[in-house]
């Protein structure tokens, strides 16, 4: 009885061919993620056509599931990729699109050469490393967000893009704070949308500073009303962001 309920509980399957094939890390998130790609066509094969295949996948259940980090599960994509598994939302690395008929035509190919072949093009060069560095940064980032509206947070995100591409320090406890401070300042959905695009066009990474600009050239010219200030300042005093 107790052997029954160990030996099926909280099980990953891994095809032992494809740990011959990928090693056996990417074989483990391979077993998980068609675990999952059965889920969404069992639930939501509407949805997922209408998306053209693609699919979000929760990487912190996945990390779970694996004890791979989100970092190591975007390296694993971007090999699987390579070989033409795995598509990957250029625009959100957490939508992904899977050819499974691809990956099973793999499994039952046994020769020789061609699993060197697809080992070959699935190891990843030094771009493809900091590509994969970058975009789990990002993820990282983007995690500490706790936007509900979805305009603020698409703000937020092209905020944080800008801020990574200048090289800004970032971190989530200061994107934690930046958001306090915002909330604090004002209630209204379209002053935070400009003083993140402030933010974002004048690369500033900490919130008085933008504060500031948008007091200064559009507050008080009452072309953005409803600001509603609960601390002094609008910000945390403790705090620079």
């Known amino acids: 009885m107790w052997l029954d309920i160990i030996s099926g509980y909280e099980r990953i399957e891994v095809n032992t061919k494809a740990i011959t094939i990928f090693g056996r890390d990417t074989a483990i998130y391979l077993g998980e993620l068609m675990w999952v790609y059965s889920q969404v066509v069992r639930k ?21 599931r694996t004890a791979l980090t989100i970092e190591e599960q975007l390296s694993i994509d971007k090999g699987l990729s390579k070989v033409g598994i795995l598509e990957v939302n250029e625009n959100d690395p957490n939508s992904i699109r899977i050819n499974a008929e691809k990956y099973a035509a793999m499994l039952v190919d046994d020769d020789v050469k061609s699993i060197y072949e697809i080992q070959k093009i699935s190891k990843l060069g030094r771009d493809d490393k900091a590509k994969v560095k970058k975009a789990s940064v990002r993820l990282n980032l983007i995690a500490a967000l ?21 090289g800004k320090p970032m971190s989530k406890p200061a994107i934690q704070i930046y958001q306090r401070n915002l909330d604090n300042y004002t209630n209204s959905k379209q002053v935070k949308l400009k003083l993140l695009e402030l933010a974002t066009t004048l ?12 007091e200064k050239y559009y507050a008080k010219g009452g072309a953005f009303i409803g600001t509603t200030q609960r601390k002094a300042g609008g910000i945390d005093p403790n705090s620079g962001f």
Not at 46 to 63: P, S
Not at 203 to 214: C, I, L
Request: glycine content about 4%; proline content about 2%.
């Open 44 to 64: 939501k094969l509407e949805e997922c056509k209408a998306n053209d295949g693609y699919f979000t996948l929760d990487r912190n259940y996945v990390q779970n």
């Open 146 to 166: 706790s936007e509900p509206d979805v305009d603020v947070l698409e703000a937020y995100k092209t905020w944080i893009d800008a801020m990574l591409e200048a």
């Open 203 to 214: 690369g500033y990474h900490e919130f008085a500073w933008t504060r500031d600009q948008y």
